[in-house]
């Protein structure tokens, strides 16, 4: 069963620190990442997706993948109140699958 | 604007009383995937099609059924609904970035349903 693991939190991070996210994957095979924002009651929205080892940065928002150990990352510079929500790490599983992580609720206090 | 239209947002019904959530996309896009999505368990794929007339079961497929008569739409029907199908479900339009090899899924407004 390959799996996406996710500390559920909540995480609660003062307004203009980083908020550091992280999520562990079974497959060692997988090649494509994904983080996903979800409000409540919303569906969720992509924020970036990464395949190689590394960083890559978009905004405010970094992404880092280390396949040896097999974890994704993702970090939120100059937190705002509205990065409140609920983030989710996908892992692609084939052409049309990508297997979940339950979700870190992130929590921004002012 | 690509959209991916679920209906209806809220839906309250009794067990076994069969109902159909629809979705329909308007990009012309080959892959959709039904979700469902709990607490503490994350988005579990029920159903996904890779074409017309070509679906296929994800993970939790049990108590529903779906169709793909043509592109655009994709429903999902409980023939005869439980209290644990209540749920937040979710219709999405799976979006291959081929040059990378990459999976986007773009999500559509969502179901809440209830079954009493």
């Known amino acids: 069963q390959k799996e996406v693991e996710q500390n559920s939190g909540p995480l609660s991070v003062p307004e203009g620190a980083i908020a550091s996210l992280n999520c562990t994957y079974s497959?060692?095979?997988?090649?494509?990442f994904f983080w996903y924002r979800q409000y409540s009651g919303k569906s969720p929205e992509l924020i970036m997706f990464i395949y190689s080892n590394g960083d890559k940065e978009d905004g405010r928002f970094t992404a880092q993948l280390n396949k040896a150990s097999q974890y994704v990352s993702l970090l939120i510079r100059d937190s705002q109140p509205s990065d409140s929500a609920t983030y989710l790490c996908?892992?692609?599983?084939?052409?049309?699958?990508?297997?979940w992580g339950a979700g870190t609720k992130l929590i921004i206090k002012p | 604007e690509a959209q991916v239209t679920q209906n209806p947002r809220y839906l309250i019904t009794v067990t076994g009383k069969k109902l159909t959530v629809t979705c329909s996309q308007n990009m012309n896009h080959e892959y959709m995937s039904w979700y469902r999505q709990d607490p503490g368990l994350g988005l579990r794929q029920i159903y996904y099609?890779?074409?017309?007339?070509?679906?296929d079961k994800g993970d939790v497929p049990e108590g529903y059924k779906v169709s793909r008569k043509e592109k655009r739409n994709f429903p999902l029907i409980l023939e005869s609904p439980s209290p644990n199908q209540t749920s937040l479900y979710f219709c999405?339009?799976?979006?291959?970035?081929?040059?990378?090899?990459?999976?986007?899924?773009?999500f559509g407004q969502g179901t809440r349903l209830t079954v009493v």
């Open positions: 099609s890779m074409n017309v007339e070509v679906t």
């Open positions: 999405a339009r799976i979006y291959m970035l081929l040059l990378r090899g990459n999976t986007e899924a773009f």
């Open positions: 996908a892992v692609r599983h084939s052409n049309y699958q990508l297997i």
């Open positions: 497959d060692r095979g997988s090649q494509s």
